[in-house]
T-cell receptor, first 115, second 113 residues
Framework: DAGVTQSPTHLIKTRGQQVTLRCSPK?????VSWYQQALGQGPQFIFQ???????QRGNFPDRFSGHQFPNYSSELNVNALLLGDSALYLC??????????????FGPGTRLTVL | AQKVTQAQTEISVVEKEDVTLDCVYE???????LFWYKQPPSGELVFLIR??????QNEISGRYSWNFQKSTSSFNFTITASQVVDSAVYFC??????????FGSGTKLNVKP
């Protein structure tokens, strides 16, 4: 049973560029959440996708957008990259709902460096 | 607003010592979940334990134990007889009714041989 996978592992971009990160959820999961983890900080919630729609959003600008596909995989897009966007981007998958079964499983993350 | 505070930035212990990681949370929700995650240098967050707001029963699992006290809004985590492999960053997190997670800033645990 494959867990949450993310690609690429590492990415280097320059300011002003755009980037797309990808996430495949754990088998059987239908909800994907994205987090940004700056160096030395805890993960910060970006947004959550369920049924191909953004359901919840954290305090991030519109430069951060996402998409969920019918197979539940997801993309995170960041436009007009800033130096401050350098971080580890984590994807987590779960089952919809608020019960015990909706435990979030995290992927290994994508390390984004903006130069 | 939801908030998780981990006041201990970094802790260093010698192998076999016991260590407690502190976590204090703020929420107005009556139903919520609390979590501890471990993040080794590889970066992947590893789930350790979950508690819901109605379950204040403390638990011991091997060398790990947890102390959840709603009266003080604390959810502390203890490692007994620490090992070098326990070295990692530990995060406390709160999940609200909308399935959003709020993480603390983490406590880096260094276990020295």
């Amino acid at each position: 049973d494959a867990g949450v996978t993310q690609s690429p592992t590492h990415l280097i971009k320059t300011r002003g560029q755009q980037v797309t990160l990808r996430c495949s959820p754990k088998s059987g999961h239908d909800t994907v959440s994205w987090y940004q983890q700056a160096l030395g900080q805890g993960p910060q919630f970006i947004f959550q996708y369920y049924e191909e729609e953004e359901r919840q959003r954290g305090n991030f600008p519109d430069r951060f957008s996402g998409h969920q596909f019918p197979n539940y995989s997801s993309e995170l897009n960041v436009n007009a990259l800033l130096l401050g966007d350098s971080a580890l981007y984590l994807c987590a998958s779960s089952l919809a709902g608020t019960g015990v079964l909706n435990e979030q499983f995290f992927g290994p993350g994508t390390r984004l460096t903006v130069l | 607003a939801q908030k998780v505070t981990q006041a201990q930035t970094e802790i260093s212990v010698v192998e076999k010592e016991d260590v407690t990681l502190d976590c204090v949370y703020e929420t107005r929700d009556t139903t919520y979940y609390l979590f501890w995650y471990k993040q080794p240098p590889s970066g992947e967050l590893v789930f350790l334990i979950r508690r819901n707001s109605f379950d204040e029963q403390n638990e011991i699992s091997g060398r790990y134990s947890w102390n959840f006290q709603k009266s003080t809004s604390s959810f502390n985590f203890t490692i007994t007889a620490s090992q070098v492999v326990d070295s990692a960053v530990y995060f406390c997190a709160l999940k609200d009714n909308f399935n959003k997670f709020y993480f603390g800033s983490g406590t880096k645990l260094n276990v020295k041989p």
